[in-house]
């Protein structure tokens, strides 16, 4: 147990539809990074949040975007949902600023695009 | 790009027997870290090696930093049905980020 909080923890959607996820990060965090896992793949980074800023931005399309609210929890959105992004989506917290810190994974979305 | 490559992708043992995973990459990372992730839950750090040739265990698992700190290893020994998961190794990107590169994952069945 970490922790880390992600909410719902299943979810099916359709092309085209638009969804949010929810991450509540560990108590004394102010970091979260979000990353997308495909089946059978290795987790991907999409973007970090660090006090409500943006730190840092893997190879994601604008339609995948974030936000950090001032409890330090947060929010990923994709629009203009594609087949493609069928995946688990992790979420991760850890205490700043940013360098090399531990994460701790909740235990994941899983979101299917049908 | 920094890409981490782990072999094998694939491991079915029997309980008794050792292993190794290797990570692989041609880029330098400052710590490498080893995870295990089970079936819908996230992945659970085990190892964060950060000095190159560094050497880690924590029971039977040993872990190795390579020495240009461009490779990592992770050997089991007597592997137990306990073990089985999806392994995988990530690197830290750079100094002022917690960014992970994740490999690939090996996945490890043992059976009893």
């Known amino acids: 147990e970490t922790g880390v909080t992600q909410s719902p923890t299943h979810l099916i959607k359709t092309r085209g539809q638009q969804v949010t996820l929810r991450c509540s990060s560990q108590s004394g965090h102010n970091t979260v990074s979000w990353y997308q896992q495909a089946l059978g793949q290795g987790p991907q980074f999409i973007f970090q949040y660090y006090r409500e800023e943006e730190n840092g931005r893997g190879n994601f399309p604008p339609r995948f975007s974030g936000l950090q609210f001032p409890n330090y929890s947060s929010e990923l959105n994709v629009n203009a949902l594609e087949l493609d992004d069928s995946a688990l989506y992790l979420c991760?917290?850890?205490?700043?600023?940013?360098?090399?810190?531990?994460?701790?994974f909740g235990a994941g979305t899983r979101l299917s695009v049908l | 790009t920094q890409l981490l490559e782990q072999s094998p992708q694939f491991l079915s043992i029997q309980e008794g027997e050792n292993l190794t995973v290797y990570c692989n990459s041609s880029s330098v990372f400052s710590s490498l870290q080893w995870y295990r992730q089970e079936p819908g839950e996230g992945p659970v750090l085990l190892v964060t090696v950060v000095t190159g040739g560094e050497v880690k265990k924590l029971k039977r698992l040993t872990f190795q930093f390579g020495d240009a700190r461009k490779d990592s290893s992770l050997h089991i020994t007597a592997a137990q049905p306990g073990d089985t998961g999806l392994y995988l190794c990530?690197?830290?990107?750079?100094?002022?980020?917690?960014?992970?590169?994740f490999g690939t994952g090996t996945r490890l069945q043992v059976f009893p």
């Open positions: 991760a917290s850890s205490s700043g600023p940013p360098s090399k810190n531990i994460q701790y």
């Open positions: 990530a690197g830290a990107a750079s100094y002022n980020t917690d960014k992970l590169i």
